[in-house]
């Protein structure tokens, strides 16, 4: 891959902490009827992320980021800072080429954005030290503070506590978002690698975690329920996790029944937030063939949020 260019220069002078932020929603990517980028939905989105105080990750595998092209993902990024929102941005790191990763980051290092996601390298599995000198060299190319992705399910291997103790010191380590649904592994996560803030990455294990000291929620749910996302991490880091427990894990099976995130971008437009409920290839909205249940937790959620304001 050659060196990615910029199409413009855009002033890097916002960039908003990502240190206390305690929900990220990693963003869809809302598509036209002929595949093409959204972008006046997209605005939209952004904006009603920024208004519920939500940090936002563009690109991840919720965002479809590894189905784009790299001129779509720079169009992307670029469009999102120049909206000049209040919001934190996180841009995610993923594929499987150390050299792409690097350009990428070195790219986006001159844009007005405040931290990156770097996922573990998908399908090679690599051991302890593989991991380490993966992640060692996105860090070392990075202007910004960092989050690590443990993911298992998709990268098919966990990263190592001991490549988390060897790059916890890092400048530019800060945070890991947990994705392996496996509490034990959050405990020793924490109690081997002190320095890193730990970030639930599965929405309906948000309330348990947050008794085992995470520090906030990278989610899927926000894209729909932002302000109600938003109040349910509040909640569940103040310990007052009563009836949230059966509410949000039957929201989150719904929103995750198929392929993610092919139930939240067919929500989304049920709900007219978006254009048109179309993924990229290899997925396809046409997984999802009866949305009733969908329907019914969408509007159980908008019901405790308006209890909660009451």
Request: hydrophobic fraction near 45%; glycine fraction near 6%.
């Amino acid at each position: 891959m050659n060196q990615i260019k910029l199409s413009k220069k855009i002033s890097l002078t916002a960039n908003p902490t990502p240190h206390h932020t305690i929900l990220w929603t990693a963003l869809i990517t809302p598509l036209l009827d002929d595949g093409q980028i959204d972008f006046p939905s997209l605005k939209q989105l952004a904006i009603s992320q920024s208004d519920a105080g939500n940090g936002i990750v563009l690109l991840g595998s919720t965002g479809e980021g590894l189905a784009l092209t790299s001129q779509e993902q720079v169009k992307i990024v670029e469009f999102v800072c120049q909206l000049s929102l209040s919001a934190p941005l996180m841009v995610a790191v993923g594929g499987y080429q150390l050299t792409e990763q690097i350009n990428w980051i070195t790219a986006c290092n001159k844009l007005p954005i405040s931290a990156y996601l770097l996922g573990s390298p998908i399908y090679a599995k690599p051991g302890v030290i593989g991991q380490t000198q993966w992640f060692s060299a996105l860090l070392d190319a990075a202007n910004f503070p960092c989050m690590l992705y443990n993911v298992p399910s998709r990268s098919g291997v966990s990263i190592a506590i001991e490549t988390l103790q060897t790059v916890q010191n890092h400048q530019h380590c800060w945070a890991l978002k947990e994705a392996s649904g496996d509490l034990n592994q959050v405990l020793a996560y924490r109690q081997y690698c002190p320095d890193i803030a730990l970030y639930s990455g599965e929405d309906a294990m948000m309330p348990y975690l947050a008794q085992a000291g995470v520090k906030g929620l990278v989610s899927v749910c926000s894209n729909v329920w932002p302000a109600a996302t938003h109040q349910y991490v509040e909640l569940s880091l103040a310990g007052e996790t009563q009836g949230l427990f059966p509410l949000w894990q039957n929201a989150v099976d719904e929103l995750f029944k198929v392929a993610s995130p092919i139930p939240v971008k067919v929500l989304m437009h049920q709900n007219k937030m978006i254009n048109t409920p179309f993924l990229r290839a290899p997925l396809t909205h046409l997984e999802l063939n009866d949305c009733n249940s969908l329907l019914a937790s969408d509007k159980l959620i908008n019901q405790w949020l308006e209890t909660q304001a009451k």
